[in-house]
């Protein structure tokens, strides 16, 4: 028999270069070339140069403001729906945050157009029910203060789901002591518990903020028609007067975003690591206060608002959608199912988005799922010195704002790949592969929890069988992670089926996806047609979501983002 | 089937740290079944381990008759060493059956659908769990999914099947009945087996040859009968059986089984000079007229007998069996039939 030079780890040989080819082609290439042009350009004078650009300072001024206050709102109505959701006798709690989470999992772009139908001189809601401003009357939304409004909403379940993970995690037994030490409700609520949630809270808001910050859809729709640009659109906006310094700005503006979203980061970072106390004591279930009277009132609030920020805005979406010929009032009567034939069945540009968006997001989805659960398999069982620097790098790309990674990845494709001399610039293969960087993180999350749940000597078990990794990986570890692989699979392709701020930048004719159109039609002006296109995009999210939601109950905790 | 042989195997965790496993060198017969015991944390597992591929030896090596299974270079990795392993929490797994656990390393091997079946079978029937094929190993209880495992390693005819602390997780009852399922399975395998636990009443109960184990050192390697009677060592002689170890002055000649006359002669002398370890039995300490005195300090009523822990008038404790009862404080005269200088 042979002997084989084998360490006494379960891994093939290939597997380490494997993953560290992969880390680098997704993340550490990319963000090199643009750190390098980035600073290059720096050299040559072109920052002293786009520091006496008052556009640039402006864009950067309503980035910060926007990004602010986008923050401001989201905390408090995260906030205020983690304590009252985690903390009180509510009741429906699953259905209201269900219906909570909704938000941040429908593409901005779609939020936006759902809110301009439900305000405005050209809403078919309000005209239809004559409410609707005179013709003539601003769009109230196409400002700052709608940006940032917008903002709060889309990110407020990120608050939330942080804020709801620290309540969660609080010691009961300390709460418990605490009321035994004589202390009301009240004061047990604002003399424990609020202290010690809010790192929680901090770090809620810290992601809440780098999610503003590289927002592109929300800016891109409400924004530009009113010139009013944030860092992410005026990046595009140079792209699309396209000069030869184009290059050296946008990677100036792409390290101003990134570096905004590192000091974002950096906050969670730090307040999360002050939670020691974690693990003192049991901690599951937070004690459950009585709203006793105000019960009624606190639900009442809670449905107002899901009612003001989901159903109000999706209902205008739709009724945008039915809109019949301009000019004619919606009625039972008048709605029309014209824009969902046209962009079904009769736009080519559509129908290509469609083809393109599924399709890319399958690939990015089941081709991402192998790279993941080999990579996964090295972090978890791995003994290598490096796997912590690999999953930090892995983690950057997706923690990155989307419109860093695709400035990355054009200035990396911009000229022919070197040696074998194509160009995949313009081509679907462009936006593959900076969709494979971006949800690199996203797919590989559930996967390594699975993995972290699987009992080593199971494997070890396989390999007395007789069993080599091939035949191990295909016989029990994949079997063991399924549930979880599945639940990847289903959240990459929703999150890529609805991006929109990578291929904004790296479509062209004939590549566009789903979210490029959407906003293209919204430019262009066929407003029905892109409020059918966004709400058979809602529809699929939240099937997809049901899905995930039944599957939940079979997953490692954590690997539905917005269950805790 | 050959001999397994540990050649002055080493293992460390970390660099210059204290090492997990050091110098063990062990040669286990063709067929043998060695017990591995030891205190918790000893390196027993990480010795299994090493035998089984999981670990590479740091220093020494490994082999199966003449073929090298590992040294600090190389290794044959477990997959290609025909071994099989019972693991402390049955490493089960969970999405196949009974059948398709037992038959996972016929089919790995490429055996014929039929002849797996059979081999399955006989498996099965050989630990009783004939009627349980089709479950899932989530509804067995513990002691039978113990028995899976056990059929798991049955179908292939290793040479070398390797136990950690397979009892370690049922309880008493459970215990007895598959103690006895392993010395089935024995002898009709003849496979080399290597059993660790840390509960020498099991080693001594199962093997045939019995390796204690002390902070990644091997002490001693022998029948259990031999390690009985003749420890070697005070970790040993405290490890095996219940005795005492007593610190007694040293006597001039060099005889260790010592009798009543010779115990009576060290424990009149002054402690002053070299000192000798002396392992005391309990069952050899008995309650007589004019013996030497001790004051009882605690009482534990066994059913058949008591147990008693007695303090010599230096201090130093024996414990003894005694068919009356005795309270704390009460001072007796003993007698000590038979002792082994360590
Ligand atoms: N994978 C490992 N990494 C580092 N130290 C280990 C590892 N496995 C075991 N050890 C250490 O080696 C020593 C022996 O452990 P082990 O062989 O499991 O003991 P036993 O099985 O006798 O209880 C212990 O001190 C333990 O902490
Ligand atoms: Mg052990």
Not at chain 1, 60 to 74: D, E, K, V
Not at chain 1, 115 to 124: A, D, K, L, V
Not at chain 2, 210 to 217: D, L, N, P, Q, Y
């Amino acid at each position: 028999m042979t002997r084989a030079s084998h360490r006494g780890n379960s891994q093939p040989r290939w597997l380490f270069p494997f993953v560290i080819t992969v880390i680098f082609f997704l993340s550490v290439l990319p963000l090199g070339r643009l750190a390098v042009t980035g600073i290059a350009s720096a050299m040559q004078g072109g920052a002293r140069q786009m520091l006496g650009d008052p556009g640039v300072w402006q864009a950067a001024y309503n980035t910060l403001f926007t990004s602010f206050f986008g923050m401001i709102a989201a905390v408090l109505l995260g906030g205020g729906f983690a304590l009252l959701l985690t903390l009180f006798d509510i009741r429906g709690k699953t259905a209201l945050g269900f219906l909570f989470m909704l938000p941040t999992m429908i593409p901005p772009q779609v939020t936006a157009l759902s809110w301009i139908g439900m305000t405005g001189p050209s809403s078919t809601l309000l005209k239809a029910i004559g409410l609707a401003p005179p013709l003539g009357s601003p769009q109230p939304l196409y400002s700052i203060g709608g940006i940032a409004l917008l903002y709060g909403v889309q990110n407020a379940p990120l608050v939330y789901l942080s804020l709801r993970a620290g309540l969660l995690a609080l010691p009961r037994d300390g709460v418990e002591a605490a009321r035994l030490a004589g202390a009301s409700s009240w004061q047990v609520l604002r003399d424990v518990i609020l202290p010690l949630s809010l790192p929680g809270l901090a770090a809620g808001a810290a992601i809440a903020f780098v999610s503003c910050v590289g927002n592109f859809g929300i800016p891109a729709i409400l924004g530009i028609p009113a010139s009013i640009y944030t860092l992410p659109t005026l990046i595009y906006s140079k792209f699309a007067s396209f000069g030869p310094g184009t290059f050296g700005d946008v990677s100036l503006l792409s390290a101003l975003i990134a570096i905004l979203s590192i000091a974002g980061l950096a906050v969670e970072e730090r307040v999360l690591r002050g939670r020691d106390y974690r693990v003192i004591g049991l901690s599951g279930q937070v004690a459950v206060f009585r709203l006793g009277s105000w019960r009624r009132m606190a639900e009442l609030g809670l449905w107002l608002t899901i009612f003001v920020i989901l159903f109000m805005p999706l209902t205008a979406l739709v009724a945008s959608s039915l809109a019949p010929a301009y000019g004619v009032p919606l009625s039972t009567s008048t709605a029309t199912l014209h824009a969902y034939r046209e962009i079904l069945f009769r736009q080519a540009v559509t129908r290509t988005a469609f083809t393109n968006s599924i399709g890319l997001s399958l690939g990015t989805a089941f081709g991402l799922l192998v790279v993941t659960v080999l990579t996964g398999y090295f972090l978890v069982r791995g003994k290598s010195r490096f796997t912590r620097v690999i999953s930090a790098l892995a983690e950057i790309p997706y923690a990155l704002p989307g419109i860093v990674l695709a400035v990355a990845f054009i200035l990396l494709f911009a000229a022919p790949i070197p040696i074998i001399g194509v160009s995949i610039y313009g081509t679907i293969w462009i936006i593959l592969i900076a969709y494979f960087s971006s949800f690199f993180a996203v797919s590989l999350k559930p996967v390594v929890s699975a993995f972290r749940q699987v009992d080593p000597s199971l494997e070890e078990a396989a390999r007395l069988a007789g069993a080599g990794f091939g035949r191990r990986l295909r016989d029990i570890l994949v079997p063991l992670v399924a549930p979880a692989a599945g639940a990847s699979v289903i959240l990459v392709f929703l999150i890529a089926c609805n991006e929109l701020t990578i291929s904004a930048l790296l479509w062209s004719a004939g590549t566009q996806t789903l979210g490029v159109a959407i906003y293209n039609l919204d430019d262009s002006g066929s407003f029905n047609l892109a409020s059918a296109l966004s709400v058979l995009v809602v529809v699929m999210v939240v099937a997809m979501m049901i899905v995930l939601e039944l599957m939940a109950k079979r997953l490692p905790k954590g690997v539905v983002p917005w269950r805790s | 089937m050959a001999k397994l042989i540990l050649n002055r195997l080493s293992k460390s965790f970390e660099m210059g740290g204290r090492p997990a496993v050091n110098d063990v060198s062990l040669t286990v017969r063709e067929g043998g079944f060695l017990a591995l015991l030891g205190p918790s944390g000893c390196g027993k597992t990480t010795v299994l381990r090493m035998i089984a591929g999981f670990e590479q030896p740091t220093d020494g090596s490994i082999l199966l008759g003449e073929r090298v299974l590992a040294d600090a270079g190389e290794m044959v990795p477990p997959e290609h060493r025909n071994m099989a392993m019972v693991f402390q929490s049955y490493a089960l797994w969970p999405h196949m059956s009974v059948t398709e656990n037992v038959g996972y390393p016929l089919k790995v091997r490429g055996v014929s659908r039929e002849k797996r079946q059979r081999k399955v079978a006989e498996a099965l029937a050989a630990v009783r769990l004939e009627s349980y094929a089709n479950r899932r190993p989530a509804d067995l209880s513990g002691g039978q999914r113990q028995r899976v495992a056990l059929a798991r390693c049955l179908v292939t005819e290793p040479d070398v099947v390797l136990l950690d602390e397979p009892l370690a997780n049922l309880d008493r009852h459970l215990r007895q009945e598959m103690e006895e399922t392993f010395r089935e399975f024995h002898a009709r395998s003849g496979a080399t087996m290597i059993y660790v636990t840390h509960d020498q009443a099991e080693a001594m109960a199962l093997a045939t040859d019995v390796a204690v184990m002390s902070e990644g050192r091997l002490l001693q390697v022998a029948t259990p009968e031999e390690i009985y009677a003749r420890p070697e060592g005070r970790l040993v002689g405290g490890l095996v059986g219940q005795g005492a170890v007593l610190s007694l002055a040293s006597p001039h000649d060099d005889k260790r089984l010592l009798d009543w006359p010779a115990m009576q002669a060290m424990l009149a002398k002054s402690r002053s000079g070299p000192a000798a370890d002396v392992l005391v039995r309990p069952q050899d300490v008995e309650v007589v007229p004019n013996g030497i005195p001790a004051t009882v300090l605690s009482v534990l009523f066994e059913g058949e007998r008591y147990a008693l822990r007695l303090a010599l008038p230096d201090g130093q404790t024996l414990r003894a069996f005694s068919r009356q009862p005795a309270k704390a404080g009460d001072v007796l005269e003993v007698a000590i039939h038979s002792a082994w200088r360590l």
